[in-house]
Nanobody, 116 residues
Framework: EVQLVESGGGLVQTGGSLTLSCAAS????????IGWFRQAPGKEREGVSC????????YYADSVKGRFTISSDNAKTTVYLHMNSLKPEDTAVYYC?????????WGLGTQVTVSS
């Protein structure tokens, strides 16, 4: 059974840090680009960051560039999102996403709340 399990969310103060992780199982996670998305209340889901399977190229939304860092293990079974200098506007449910040629897999999401 395909599973993507996120962890690391929680409540932090403005300026704090959190590291999210997402572990994939139940499929062979090669040739998948991996991304993090988030959705705040009343807002559409937006892309936050992505790392490519082949070249480990990374991409970031302008709103998080310089504050967030995406990384993965060598087997591409786990992806991390290191979040620094958190702001209240970062408050959202964060979702990991394995993007394949034929299929996509989504995690169930983990809540990140940043208080002022």
């Amino acid at each position: 059974e395909v599973q993507l399990v996120e962890s690391g969310g929680g409540l932090v103060q403005t300026g704090g840090s959190l590291t999210l992780s997402c572990a994939a199982s139940g499929f062979t996670p090669n040739n998948y680009n991996i991304g993090w998305f988030r959705q705040a209340p009343g807002k559409e889901r937006e892309g936050v960051s992505c790392i490519t399977s082949s070249d480990d190229d990374t991409y970031y939304a302008d709103s998080v560039k310089g504050r967030f860092t995406i990384s993965s293990d060598n087997a591409k079974t786990t992806v991390y999102l290191h979040m620094n200098s958190l702001k209240p506007e970062d408050t959202a449910v964060y979702y990991c996403h394995w993007m394949g040629k034929a299929v996509d897999y989504w995690g169930l999401g983990t809540q990140v709340t940043v208080s002022s």
